[in-house]
């Protein structure tokens, strides 16, 4: 059985942490739910990860699609969460509908995210009002990242603080089960989860949100173009790869690999005749 939305919130009534991380393949994702993670975020950070792009910014619905539906074909506990790319739930309210059911009818997905706070809220509003369960993601949203001018920590001011308790609240009121805080100072990502009674999911904002997020390529040490800051390598790989592959390379040059024992047999009667004929 999947975990439900409710149960998600009432962790944190119990005050029990809750991890998430992305994934994005079959192979990962299967992995990360047999190892219990509760949340599964599709993430479009997809795009810099595994597609190769800059920026988020050029994910489209199909890829998101693409890669939801390997997600949930691999998982059977976690709930999975798509991520709605740039621009596909800001033009017309019908598109963003539309958008958010693609990813619940088509990806197989239970949950949709999606990026901005007050200004989102009526939108967050009109999905929940469909039956769609909205994940709201505040603080350091990459798709805006030529409007903030780079990735920078969000929220330092009195007023842009002020601003993100308020994005929070109207995101709680819209009706998200949880938000996404992401490069939030400590302190500040504590006081809106004390203010909210949805959980907050923290990266980069400090240990005292409800839940962390982190990007499954980072947390492996298999995405080494850049690192975040707030990103905690538990495993280095990329490097652990590189070392097998280079291993495979040198013993196939050297004729070590393969050996009898991953080679099939024939009947030797049978090579004989055919080695006559
Ligand atoms: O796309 C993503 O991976 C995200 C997480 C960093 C929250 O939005």
Known sequence: MRITIAEIKEKKQRQEKIPMLTAYDYATAKI???AGIPLILVGDSLGMVVLGYESTIPVT???MLHHTRAVVRATKH????????FMTY???ISDTLHNAARFIQQGGAQAVKLEGGEVVAETVRR????GIPVMGHIGLTPQSIHQLSGFKVQGKTPEAAARLLRDARALEEAGA????LESVPAPLAKLI?????IPTIGIGAGPDCDGQVQVISDLLGLFTDFVPRHAKQYVKLAEIIKNAITDYITEVKEGTFPTIKH?????????QELAAS
């Open 32 to 34: 990360a739910d047999e």
């Open 61 to 63: 619905m199909e890829e």
């Open 78 to 85: 976690a709930l999975v969460i798509g991520d709605m790319p």
């Open 90 to 92: 800001h033009t017309a």
């Open 127 to 130: 999905i929940v009002n469909c």
């Open 177 to 180: 089960f949880a938000i996404v």
């Open 193 to 197: 989860t004390q203010r909210i009674s």
């Open 263 to 271: 080679s099939y047999s024939i009947d030797e009667s049978l090579l």
